[in-house]
């Protein structure tokens, strides 16, 4: 089992910034976050895998960064130069031994 706190959402102009957490219960390998917004269907954001390396989505590629402290099994997702279209649910999740485990999720929610 894998339980997932994830924090760090919020109300945040166009332009502006915000930083989520996400730290597991125990070491993982792939962790990542993936959002929602209402009326669609989930996207990967980012993610980060075991050897560091990372995968972003194109509408994020040099806005956002996810990084990881492994002592603390935690990752991060710094986002910049938010939109309004970056507004949704985001999601934290880790794959530990093949199975997929879900944060309780974190509004983040951009004005214009």
């Known amino acids: 089992q894998v339980q997932l706190v994830e924090s760090g959402g919020g109300l945040v102009q166009a332009g502006g910034s915000l930083r989520l957490s996400c730290a597991a219960s125990?070491?993982?390998?792939?962790m990542g976050w993936y959002r929602q917004a209402p009326g669609k269907t989930r996207e990967l954001v980012a993610k980060?895998?075991?050897?560091?390396?990372?995968n972003y989505a194109d509408s994020v590629k040099g806005r956002f960064t996810i990084s990881r402290d492994s002592a603390k099994n935690t990752v991060y997702l710094q986002m910049n130069g938010l939109k309004p279209e970056d507004t949704a649910l985001y999601y934290c999740?880790?794959?530990?031994?093949?199975?997929?485990?879900w944060g309780q999720g974190t509004q983040v929610t951009v004005s214009s």
């Open positions: 999740y880790a794959v530990y031994v093949g199975l997929t485990y």
């Open positions: 980060v895998i075991v050897s560091g390396s990372t």
């Open positions: 125990r070491s993982i390998g792939t």
